[in-house]
Nanobody, 126 residues
Framework: QVQLVESGGGLVQAGGSLTLSCAASGRTFSITTMGWFRQAPGKGREFVAAISWTGGRTYYVDSVKGRFTISRDNAKNTVYLRMNSLKPEDTAVYYC???????????????????WGQGTQVTVSS
């Protein structure tokens, strides 16, 4: 079992920044990839970014490239999502997720992830 707890969400004006954190506990030694997803009202959950737990390889959805940065601190078992130049369309509940599948490739789909956090709300006002 892996437990994930997100924090750092809030209300910010367009153009502003936020940093989300996701603290992992439990079987963290089994984590292959950590990802961030988001779900806007009335929409499905979509992939945002992911990072390999050991090698640090990253992958982003096109809409956040150049604005968001995913990083990890293995000593703290924590993954971060730094979000700059936020837009109203970034408003969503953000979820972190852990993939224990042992795949070399970065996981970008919901069904590749085994554990999920409870989510944190990010609201960007125009």
């Amino acid at each position: 079992q892996v437990q994930l707890v997100e924090s750092g969400g809030g209300l910010v004006q367009a153009g502003g920044s936020l940093t989300l954190s996701c603290a992992a506990s439990g079987r963290t030694f089994s984590i292959t990839t950590m990802g961030w997803f988001r779900q806007a009202p009335g929409k499905g959950r979509e992939f945002v970014a992911a990072i390999s737990w050991t090698g640090g390889r990253t992958y982003y959805v096109d809409s956040v490239k150049g604005r968001f940065t995913i990083s990890r601190d293995n000593a703290k078992n924590t993954v971060y999502l730094r979000m700059n130049s936020l837009k109203p369309e970034d408003t969503a509940v953000y979820y972190c997720a852990a993939d224990l599948g042992g795949r070399w490739s970065i996981s970008t789909t919901l069904d590749e992830y085994d554990y999920w956090g409870q989510g944190t709300q990010v609201t960007v006002s125009s």
